[in-house]
């Protein structure tokens, strides 16, 4: 037994997925009468709904596109991957009326079920995005489940076990207390306490091959930056080439020229040792030519070579 509200949404539903429908066709799927089909197209033209009513033996009702949204209907899944993608347009700061973003999570998140509704608060307080880099990469994408079983973990404090397979190859099974996920230049990260390695660590989604949930409850780290974390992680991870400069200047404004995520910085009685791991040497190189201040490289002998050859180039350069 429907009600009459059922009804009135099962003829918006009807008119979205069809172009065109006659009114006895209406009638027929809702098990009413042609009168009653009526009623219903007035409640909803009254409601500001575009519909617009054909007359005579072969008329119909099509719904029109208007200036005002019809009544939607999402499912659990849709509520919160619309507003995982409204999290993302804030966060990047996208060319669009940042109140009207606001506004439309705050109305997704006050008429989703208490289920979405936790899911949706557990992917806004354990979910960080870098939003300072661009990369020319392709995002690898992360297994739906997979996001919504550690953001649960990461805002319930729940403990996870882990199969994780290294960028060896190297498969390890270990209970984690994750902090945080971070999206950072097209990866997904998971940033905690890994209890097999005792100590920090941080693992890409992609390679994560099972997670299971623990019944332990862990405390949080206060004043833990998990992007920095990340970061740093990325930037002495092996790579291709190790970069080791000695930079003749204060730890201050090496850091003017070199992110503290960049790398780590050692101070010396020579200078500052800024330590990298990378795997291209373009951008550095460049960025060492930039530096207000001396700059020597003790590895790799791959960007000496390029910093010689940009130098060549820019003495053979004709200047009028």
Known sequence: ?????????????????????????????????????????????????????????????????????????????????????LIVLQTFHFPVDAVAVEGALAKTERVVPEAAFRRIQGLRNAIVFNPGVYSTQPPRLARNQLVVTLTSAVQERQRVYLRYCSQQGDFTDRPVDLYSLVYNEGYWYAVGYCHLRHDLRTFRLDRIQSVVTLPDIFERLEDFDPLEHVLKSIALSPNTYRVELLLDTSIELAQTVFLPTDGTFEETDEGIIFRRNIAELDWLAWLVLQAPFRIRVNHPPELRQMLREISTKAMNIGLE
């Open 1 to 85: 037994m429907y009600s009459p509200t059922a009804r009135l949404l099962a003829v918006l539903e009807l008119l979205q997925s069809n172009k065109r429908m006659s009114g006895g066709e209406i009638a027929q799927r809702l098990e009413v009468d042609a009168r009653t089909v009526r009623r219903y197209i007035t409640t909803l033209q009254d409601m500001g709904i575009p519909i617009e009513g054909e007359r005579g033996p072969s008329g119909a009702y099509t719904l029109q596109r208007g200036h005002r949204l019809p009544p939607l209907l999402y499912t659990e899944e849709e509520a919160v991957a619309l507003s995982l993608g």
